[in-house]
């Protein structure tokens, strides 16, 4: 059974969070004296000088009406990497636990787990990029804490099987972490849904992709009340300052645009592999359940030096572990896709 008391860090579950002047008052004033802000105003047209609401209650409601989930299962972090970390700080005891990777997969899980001592236990992904459950199930220990999904997977770009997401929800006692940065180009539907059903499931989104907000940084997890009771308890009290509050509000009233420019990515998406696939060089292109596509060539190094010499650049994942000559390549606008297949034509 999954228990978060049995998950938590001790110092954690003891932890006396910060208390920020506007956590002590919250109501309205004329004067507020309480925080040490410059009174006078900011020396831009617009002022900063007060300090952002912790808890981003705006945003919080806005994207509540957007995704169907009550503002109390929402966490707002300096993009969906802080919420990440602060995963790994309140449940991972450094040195002593471990996590889950299922390489390959998207970089950061690694590094925060380097960053805060805590072990790796990796279960690559099947040849057809899947979850390789009876790994999993071997790999895990008393002290796994966290499993990793991120579905569609960055950076091969396909979605995990639902029912074996569902397994592993199911089955493991410590949090399965479903990082969604890519749903919005997704066939698949998100698990924000599944919350009420699994106790120990922490959804990631970001509005940083399909939103094209990645500027701002203003990252989501969505998980039970108490799971974000903890991560609010972590982070730093003003993680996601003013100007990406207001601005995230704003944009998210433009979800018809954001809506367009998904349907057009998707369209692009399929014109362009249609056009790699003419390439000798092109032997194969994973299907894709994001904004972006992974090429197998049959020579990812040369091909990206040579668009580097071009000014196009793409990500050469060839060193990854199942990557081998793999091109990670960005869907663009429908001009920057010519470009690139234009340039293409002339790679020998
Ligand atoms: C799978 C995945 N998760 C999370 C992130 C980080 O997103 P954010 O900009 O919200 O920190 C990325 C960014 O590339 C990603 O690919």
Same mark, same amino acid.
């Given at each position: 059974m999954f228990d978060i008391n049995n998950l938590l860090r001790e110092n954690i579950k003891t932890l006396k969070p910060y208390s920020s002047a506007r956590d002590e008052y919250q109501g309205e004033a004329s004067? #507020?004296?309480?925080?040490? $802000?410059?009174? #006078?105003?900011?020396?831009? $047209?617009?002022?900063?000088?007060r300090y952002p609401d912790p808890l981003q209650y705006d945003v919080k409601m806005r994207l509540s009406g957007i995704k169907?989930?009550?503002?109390?299962?929402i966490f707002l972090g300096n993009g969906s990497d802080e919420a990440i970390d602060i995963l790994f700080r309140s449940f991972c005891n450094p040195g002593v636990d471990n996590v889950i990777l299922v390489p390959p997969t998207y970089g950061m899980y690694e590094v925060s787990a380097n960053i805060n001592d805590i072990a790796i236990k990796r279960v690559p992904l099947t040849?057809?990029?899947?979850?390789n459950l009876d790994g999993i199930a071997e790999a895990?220990?008393?002290?796994?804490k966290l499993i990793f999904v991120c579905s569609p997977n960055n950076p091969t770009g396909n979605s995990m099987n639902r029912d074996d997401v569902e397994t592993l929800l199911a089955n493991f006692n410590g949090l399965v972490v479903v990082d969604e940065a890519y749903i919005n180009f997704s066939r698949q539907k998100t698990f924000i849904q599944e919350l009420t059903e699994y106790a120990n499931l922490v959804v990631l989104q970001t509005l940083s992709k399909a939103w094209g907000l990645?500027?701002?940084?203003v990252g989501m997890a969505f998980a039970s009340e108490e799971i974000i009771e903890v991560m609010n308890k972590v982070k730093p009290p003003y993680n996601v300052n003013e100007a990406s509050q207001q601005l995230a509000l704003k944009a998210l009233q433009n979800i018809d645009q954001v809506n367009n420019w998904i349907r057009e990515t998707l369209t692009q998406r399929d014109k362009l592999v249609l056009e790699l696939k003419n390439f000798d060089f092109v032997l194969d292109i994973y299907p894709s359940d994001a904004n972006f596509i992974l090429v197998k060539t049959t020579d990812a190094r040369g091909i990206y030096n040579f668009l580097v010499g071009k000014g196009i650049i793409v990500r050469?994942?060839?060193?990854v572990e199942l990557c081998e000559g793999c091109l990670r390549v960005t869907v663009g606008t429908p001009d920057e896709n010519i470009i690139l297949l234009q340039t293409l034509q002339d790679y020998k």
């Amino acid at each position: 059974m999954f228990d978060i008391n049995n998950l938590l860090r001790e110092n954690i579950k003891t932890l006396k969070p910060y208390s920020s002047a506007r956590d002590e008052y919250q109501g309205e004033a004329s004067v #507020f004296l309480d925080a040490n $802000e410059n009174a #006078f105003g900011s020396p831009l $047209e617009q002022n900063y000088n007060r300090y952002p609401d912790p808890l981003q209650y705006d945003v919080k409601m806005r994207l509540s009406g957007i995704k169907g989930v009550p503002a109390r299962n929402i966490f707002l972090g300096n993009g969906s990497d802080e919420a990440i970390d602060i995963l790994f700080r309140s449940f991972c005891n450094p040195g002593v636990d471990n996590v889950i990777l299922v390489p390959p997969t998207y970089g950061m899980y690694e590094v925060s787990a380097n960053i805060n001592d805590i072990a790796i236990k990796r279960v690559p992904l099947t040849e057809d990029y899947q979850l390789n459950l009876d790994g999993i199930a071997e790999a895990i220990d008393t002290k796994t804490k966290l499993i990793f999904v991120c579905s569609p997977n960055n950076p091969t770009g396909n979605s995990m099987n639902r029912d074996d997401v569902e397994t592993l929800l199911a089955n493991f006692n410590g949090l399965v972490v479903v990082d969604e940065a890519y749903i919005n180009f997704s066939r698949q539907k998100t698990f924000i849904q599944e919350l009420t059903e699994y106790a120990n499931l922490v959804v990631l989104q970001t509005l940083s992709k399909a939103w094209g907000l990645a500027g701002l940084r203003v990252g989501m997890a969505f998980a039970s009340e108490e799971i974000i009771e903890v991560m609010n308890k972590v982070k730093p009290p003003y993680n996601v300052n003013e100007a990406s509050q207001q601005l995230a509000l704003k944009a998210l009233q433009n979800i018809d645009q954001v809506n367009n420019w998904i349907r057009e990515t998707l369209t692009q998406r399929d014109k362009l592999v249609l056009e790699l696939k003419n390439f000798d060089f092109v032997l194969d292109i994973y299907p894709s359940d994001a904004n972006f596509i992974l090429v197998k060539t049959t020579d990812a190094r040369g091909i990206y030096n040579f668009l580097v010499g071009k000014g196009i650049i793409v990500r050469d994942r060839s060193k990854v572990e199942l990557c081998e000559g793999c091109l990670r390549v960005t869907v663009g606008t429908p001009d920057e896709n010519i470009i690139l297949l234009q340039t293409l034509q002339d790679y020998k």
